[in-house]
């Protein structure tokens, strides 16, 4: 029997999706499904995301190590931002991790009580999130965290590089997965180069982490698959 795959494009469409029984993939690209698979891959013990800025300093008080951005910049008292770079080679082996972003936490907390389980994917990560859903035998849907409410292009060319993974095995369930789709097809050849014009892509360059955004669209350097246990992500 064929699955169904959706694609939600903003956390602000949820209500309209029945997750009871399926698979949340939750997506923030730029940046933070992106370093919660880095983070885990390179050896985080743990990460608990958070939707406030408070209850991730509540956690840092326990001896969490916390990471907090809003607007793409750290937020001041954290000892971490949002930089999937900032976990590599070990930095943080063995650490449990507290973290807090824009809509990438928030996208989580809106989801993980109704959904059957919720994973986290990324272009790091792209090819195990795929053949993990292959096994799993339920029908799937893709939240892009977006940008405050809105659409983004880089989370929907992720959810697209999902639906055409999994043509196999899900079909459509309406026509966002379809457009997701169609937009990755024309993108998967230079995803920096798509990405260029994207208004996230711009608002973080501003910052200065170009080095960050390539490595965002990096594709399957990573096997593991973060997923959602009670409220702790683990690998």
């Not at 809509?103 to 993980?112: D, H, Q, R, V, W």
């Not at 966002?176 to 798509?194: S, T």
Request: aromatic share 6%; hydrophobic share 45%; proline share 2%.
């Amino acid at each position: 029997m064929m699955h169904q795959i959706d694609v939600c494009l903003t956390p602000e469409l949820l209500h309209l999706y029945d997750l009871k029984g399926k698979i949340v993939v939750i997506v923030d690209i730029l940046r933070a499904t992106t370093s919660m698979t880095s983070a885990l891959a390179n050896g985080v013990a743990d990460i608990t995301p958070v939707a406030t800025v408070e209850a991730c300093r509540d956690l840092q008080s326990q001896g969490y190590i916390a990471a907090a951005e809003r607007d793409g910049k750290q937020v001041a008292g954290f000892e971490l931002g949002n930089s999937p770079l900032a976990y590599l080679d070990g930095a943080f082996a063995g650490k449990r991790l507290a973290m807090s972003t824009t809509n990438g936490t928030l996208a989580i907390e809106k989801s993980k009580a109704e959904a059957a389980e919720v994973i986290i994917g990324s272009f790091l990560n792209l090819l195990a999130v795929c053949d993990y859903i292959q096994t799993q035998q339920k029908d799937v849907l893709v939240l892009c965290a977006g940008w405050k409410g809105k659409f983004n292009m880089e989370d929907t060319l992720f959810a697209g590089a999902v639906v055409e993974s999994l043509v196999a095995t899900h079909t459509y369930s309406c026509d966002a997965p379809l457009a997701a789709q169609r937009l990755y097809q024309v993108a998967k050849e230079d995803l920096i180069g798509f990405m260029s014009v994207a208004s996230h892509t711009k608002r973080l360059q501003n910052h200065g982490i170009e080095k960050d955004i390539a490595f965002c669209f990096q594709l399957n350097e990573y096997t593991i698959v973060p997923k959602l246990r009670g409220s702790v992500l683990t690998k």
